[in-house]
């Protein structure tokens, strides 16, 4: 990077959870194929974050670039008040076929933030339409579900991402998060907590929403499926409608297509996002069954009331439809099945470590919770000079490699991760 390009960045432009003053040095990217990210100077390194969640096959896919292509000859953009298009209606069935038969209703939307303000939207107004002002939401601890406030007010109130927004935020009901993990037995207490909120609450609960089985940013915890089951009781046992936030999880990130599936329970919404296209163009959608569509559609205003300007738009769609296409001939299963296996093997000796607390894998994640801070500079510096991308946060080293990763990338992947192991000074 030329000394100015690098002084611009630093002075003028913003990055995600950084510094204006004090910024840590940003490295520039120039291109990116397979797994790799290319350098400026030259120097590819192995991507071991998919871009967070989203590069599911891999950057400069050449399907995924085809129907970029063939889309922008024909519109890239066009409004979607009362226009609709090929590619979206495409998109919109495929994602009905996807998931559970009881999702009917797709509301597209422009990030993961807003499909999550969506579905707390038409919460509030299905039970507007039923002739109650019902505006809590009941979540659990640990949990992660955006930057908007409604999301953030969801979002574990002690996340230090929302602290300082805590006091203008909506009062919601937190539970306790669960203890049982995905690999241990379950255990009734698990439950206690949810319980008693929401038999206490239940009138005043507009909806429960929370991440299946994979806490995602909020701790990368990975949960027992009995838990779900149990909240799925108890939302249906009160008339609740329950929410799933895929957006990390959805399109086979952790062995299943959506988490949901480890636990059998079927959502009343489902919110989707990061990899629907691939990693290509931002893009997320809030599905819904049919009934609670049907009863929004009778509140006093006849509708519902979200629309994004570039709601559905069509270059967007058309690549979603590419990378579902790119899922559906199900490589992703023996692609995430066997990064599994590959993780357990050489990511778990890490538990004798002194500075490990944790080990854990699911599906194509790895997660590696340590005893202590890391430093977030020193060790990003490590990492590229040591050939890969990798971005901890807090106490957490954690890989959500492209499914399309070789054995011997996610083993140089990992290698690296054990040779960090070696250097006390990255830890704090
Ligand atoms: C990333 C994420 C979001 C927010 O999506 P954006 O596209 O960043 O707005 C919401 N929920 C979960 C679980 C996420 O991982």
């Known amino acids: ?144 579900h955006g930057d908007t406030f409604a999301a953030m007010s969801i979002s574990d109130p002690k996340n230090s991402f929302h602290k300082i927004y805590h006091n203008l935020l909506p009062k919601n009901l937190f539970a306790d998060a669960p203890v049982s993990s995905f690999h241990d037995h379950w255990n009734n207490s698990d439950i206690i907590s949810f319980q008693k909120i929401i038999e206490k609450n239940s009138h005043k609960i507009a909806g429960v929403i929370l991440e299946p089985i994979v806490q995602g940013v909020g701790g990368m915890n990975f949960y027992h499926p009995t838990y779900l089951k149990k909240i799925q009781n108890l939302c249906q046992y009160y008339s609740i409608p329950l929410i799933f936030d895929e957006i990390a999880t959805g ?19 489902l919110c989707l996002g990061k990899s629907i296209t691939g990693g290509t163009i931002t893009l997320a959608a809030t599905l819904t069954s049919r009934k609670i569509a049907d009863i929004i559609s009778e509140c006093e205003t006849k509708c519902f009331m979200h629309g994004p300007t570039y709601m559905g738009n069509p270059l967007a769609c058309a690549v979603a439809n590419a990378n579902i296409k790119i899922l559906n001939t199900n490589q992703w299963k023996i692609q995430v099945s066997n990064i599994e296996k590959q993780l357990l093997k050489t990511l778990s000796p890490l538990i004798n470590h002194p500075y490990v607390i944790n080990v854990r894998i699911l599906g194509a994640i790895g997660v590696i919770e340590c005893s202590r801070l890391i430093n977030m500079f020193l060790i990003q510096k490590f990492f590229v000079n040591n050939g890969v991308w990798i971005r901890p946060f807090k106490k957490l080293i954690y890989i959500l490699p492209p499914y399309i990763i070789s054995m011997n990338e996610l083993n140089k992947l990992t290698n690296v991760i054990l040779k960090a192991f070696d250097h006390n000074s990255l830890f704090l």
């Open 1 to 144: 990077m030329s000394k100015s390009d690098r002084f611009f960045d630093q002075e003028h432009i913003w990055h995600p959870y950084a510094s204006m003053t004090n910024p840590i040095p940003c490295y520039t990217v120039i291109s990116a194929k397979g797994v790799y990210l290319k350098l400026k100077n030259g120097k590819n390194i192995i991507d071991g974050m998919s871009s967070w969640w989203s590069v599911i096959h891999g950057y400069n896919h050449p399907l995924l670039n085809k129907a970029l292509k063939k889309q922008i000859k024909k519109m890239s953009h066009v409004m979607f008040g009362g226009i609709t298009h090929p590619a979206a209606i495409a998109l919109c069935r495929k994602l009905i076929s996807l998931t559970p038969k009881k999702l009917d209703c797709v509301f597209l939307s422009d990030s993961g933030s807003v499909a999550i303000e969506i579905a707390l939207k038409m919460s509030i107004q299905y039970w507007q339409s039923l002739g109650q002002k019902r505006k809590l939401f009941l979540t659990i601890r640990n949990g992660y």
């Open 251 to 269: 399109f086979g990130r952790t062995g299943k297509m959506f988490a949901f599936e480890y636990a059998n329970v079927i959502p009343d919404i």
